[in-house]
């Protein structure tokens, strides 16, 4: 069964500094990933998904994926205060359709 | 505009009654799904509806039954409330394929009192 973690829990950084998120799993057969941002009270918006070794870009956000090491980050560049939310992390299940998502990391961006 | 429309966005229920929450799409998709999110714990995947048929269903209790009465309905009945069902419960759906995007609605939250 998949298992994620995502670490930091918390994480504060200056505006404009590159902020970077963990995400570990457990299931090394896995093809796709998705990050979402969930500010506080609100729904989940989706950043960017990945399905393949290596980084996709999406405006401001990169996923890198790595599954030989059972990871993928997410990195931020140039945040803004507005960034401040819940990032989270989803991976499939091993039927594919499921979501199974990690903690989150709460990001502060601080003007 | 919003794709995905959950209603109510709040909801206050008594313990013992059964509320339903609604939820329509209209990005064409075939595949819904509901999901929990609970304090201090993950997004929790709930049920997985295909076409109009029940996929997968994680939830324990009886007692949460979706019910799609069109092709881009997903309701969730949810009888005999108890304070452990406060949560907010997220419906989301999903195009065929392998690698398309999973989208979600902006939530219900539910508060039993």
């Known amino acids: 069964q998949q298992k994620v973690q995502q670490s930091p829990e918390s994480l504060t950084v200056s505006e404009g500094a590159m902020a970077s998120l963990n995400c570990t799993f457990s299931d090394r057969s896995s093809d796709n990933f998705r990050w979402y941002r969930q500010h506080s009270g609100k729904g989940l918006e989706v950043l960017v998904s990945?399905?393949?070794?290596g980084e996709k870009e999406e405006g401001s956000f990169t996923a890198h994926l790595n599954r030989a090491s059972l990871h993928v980050f997410l990195h931020i560049r140039e945040p803004q205060p507005s960034d401040s939310a819940l990032y989270l992390c989803a991976a499939p299940s091993n039927m594919g359709y499921k979501l199974t998502f990690g903690t989150g990391t709460s990001l502060l961006v601080d003007p | 505009d919003p794709k995905i429309i959950q209603k109510p966005k709040y909801l206050v229920a008594v313990t013992g009654s059964e509320k339903i929450l609604i939820c329509e799409q209209y990005l064409g998709h075939n595949a819904m799904y509901w999901y929990r999110q609970s304090a201090k714990k993950p997004l929790e995947f709930m049920f997985s509806?295909?076409?109009?048929?029940?996929?997968d269903n994680q939830t324990a209790s009886s007692r949460f039954q979706p019910q799609s009465s069109k092709k881009n309905h997903l309701d969730l009945q949810i009888t005999a409330l108890k304070p452990d069902d406060s949560a907010t419960y997220f419906c989301?759906?999903?195009?065929?394929?392998?690698?398309?995007?999973?989208?979600f609605g902006k939530g219900t939250r539910l508060t039993v009192v």
């Open positions: 990945i399905f393949s070794d």
């Open positions: 509806y295909s076409y109009q048929k029940l996929m």
């Open positions: 989301a759906s999903r195009g065929t394929g392998g690698d398309t995007e999973v989208f």
